[in-house]
Every structure is written in C-alpha cells, then in structure tokens.
C-alpha cells in the first residue's frame, strides 16, 4: 500500500488515503488497473485509533458510516448551506472514488474487541481490521502469558466482501504468521506465494 495523511479540518473522517496495488484482478475494469494490464489498483481510506481500550464495535459502524457518505458525496447537491454541505476535501476524496473499487481500514494501537471484529465480518463494505500495538509494548511479549502475548502481536483481519471467493478480491489472498526468532509477524499471500511490492516506481 501506498498511504498519505489528509487527517484535518473537513476530512470528513479519513486519516490516510491511498492506493493498494496488487497482482492484476481480471474482473476488475481497466480504469481501476492503474493503466498496466499486470497490477490493479484499488483505493484504501484508513482511520487511525490511538485508545488504551479495545476498540468496540462502534468504531467499525463510524467507518462504515464514514465510507457510505463519501461513496455517495458526489451524488450530493449543494444545499447552500455551509454547515451542510460536505467540504471541498470531502468531495475530493469522494470523486476520487467514482468508479474506483474501495476498501476500508481501521488500523489501532490497542486490540479489537469480539464484537467488533463481527460487526466488520458481516460489513458488506471491504474492511481490514489492522492492529499495530506499540513497538516497546511488543518487545515485553516474552516476559509475558500466552494469553497476554495474543494482545502484544500484531494481527490483520479481512472480511469476506473483501477477500472471499464472492469478494473484491475473488479468494486470492490470505494471511500467514512469519516465524521469527523475535516471534513473528503477519504476512500477506497471493496465489500461493508471499506478495511481492507491486507498488509503482515513482
């Protein structure tokens, strides 16, 4: 992925905004193909959370309101009505998206409570759920239980409108743990095989 911040005034709830590249999806247009035939593009809009609890599943229904409005911002007309209206960087953000496949990210320092990652498994938007713990709190992984250490490692999460055989992606991705001597790390497959960056040179 290739992510920049647009958190600000009028972001109308996006932190990051960017694109994934991957391996070319044949049923995907050649618009979203980011003009090659060998990679597709799809466009990714992230919040970032910083909470010392578990992130409830309130915060997945924010993100899923946060996409249904810039989804349909362009359908939107003018109101005259400057409270009202979306902001110049919501409409932005929201044309940037016609026709472009969409997926949601929510990325967290703390963990995903259950019910959460069930409100994001039943979303029929594309949604990651993505927990980046704090390095120096990761590192005490090894003084701690194992039911402690499932709270301190990273982990992805999909659901299936993004990575089932019905989904965006057409089943062909899925996540593997990466041993490490330090522990390990979550890593993305393609087809059988460790996705490769497929990001464009600049």
């Known amino acids: 992925m ?49 909470e010392k ?19 349909h911002t362009h359908k939107m007309p003018s109101t005259g009505i400057e ?15 016609q026709p472009m496949p969409t997926v949601a990210m929510l990325a967290s320092l703390s963990p995903f409570t259950n019910k959460a990652v069930l409100r994001a498994m039943s979303s029929p938007i594309p949604f990651i759920l993505l927990h980046l713990p704090p390095q120096d709190t990761a590192r005490e992984e090894t003084s ?13 999460q999909w659901n299936p409108a993004l990575a089932s055989e019905q989904g965006l992606l057409k089943g062909q991705m899925d996540i593997r743990w990466q041993h490490t001597a330090e522990g390990g790390f979550p890593v993305i497959w393609w087809g059988g095989q460790p996705l490769s960056n497929h990001v464009p040179s600049p």
């Open 144 to 156: 701690k239980s194992r039911a402690d250490n499932k709270q301190l490692l990273p982990s992805l």
């Open 83 to 97: 409270e009202a209206d979306p902001s110049p960087l919501e409409r932005e953000v929201a044309n940037s998206l």
């Open 53 to 71: 609890s578990k992130l409830g599943p309130h915060y997945v229904r924010e993100m899923e309101g946060v996409m249904y409005r810039l989804l």
């Open 2 to 50: 290739d992510l920049s911040r647009v958190a600000g005034p009028g972001d109308g709830g996006v932190d990051l905004i960017g694109w994934w590249w991957l391996p070319r999806l044949p049923h995907l247009s050649s618009d979203d193909s980011g003009g090659t035939s060998k990679v597709t593009r799809i466009r990714v809009l992230a919040q970032c959370k910083a």
